[in-house]
């Protein structure tokens, strides 16, 4: 009878275990980020703009990536909003992440947003600001779009 308890509980004991480390820990922050995430792409900026907002006031490591990509998207959020501070956040974020890979397409967004706002003079200034070799296909070919545009008028 005692032989047949022991391996019926280790057989218990090892599957439950295996069971319960099977689960994967969600950290609220990146699931945050991620609902902010898919606001934006699509399309609902307001409450992108609010979640990334919300996901700032966390405790989040200032130069890690989670914290450059809500600073990024909160900025771009305001953008496309047409916010007053809009450019004013975006240009945070060029002067806190200097060296981030998305430093190009931070100033090429600047540059779309006055261009948008038909402020040549201060879109020409950001296009020649942006590295078109940092940037990706997509966006190159923007700028080679609006660049002889802006410089027309």
């Known amino acids: ?33 991620q609902l902010a995430l898919e606001q934006y792409n699509s ?16 405790d989040i490591a200032p130069h890690s990536m989670l914290a450059i990509y809500t600073h990024y998207y909160k900025s771009l959020s305001a953008m496309k909003l047409f916010h007053n501070d809009a450019v004013k956040l975006m240009m945070g974020f060029l002067e806190t992440y200097p060296n981030s890979t998305m430093y190009d397409e931070a100033s090429m967004r600047i540059a779309d947003y006055y261009y948008q706002k038909r402020d040549y003079k201060n879109a020409v200034l950001f296009y020649e600001t942006v590295d078109i070799g940092q940037l990706r296909k997509k966006t190159s070919q923007s700028i080679n779009f609006s660049m002889p545009i802006v410089c027309l008028r």
Do not use: C, N, W
């Open 43 to 58: 399309a609902s900026y307001a409450a992108a703009y609010q979640s990334f907002l919300e996901l700032e006031k966390e």
């Open 1 to 33: 009878m005692k032989r047949s308890i022991i391996p019926g509980f280790l057989l218990t004991f090892f599957t439950l275990h295996g069971v319960y480390a099977q689960q994967v820990q969600v950290d609220p922050l990146t699931e945050t980020y």
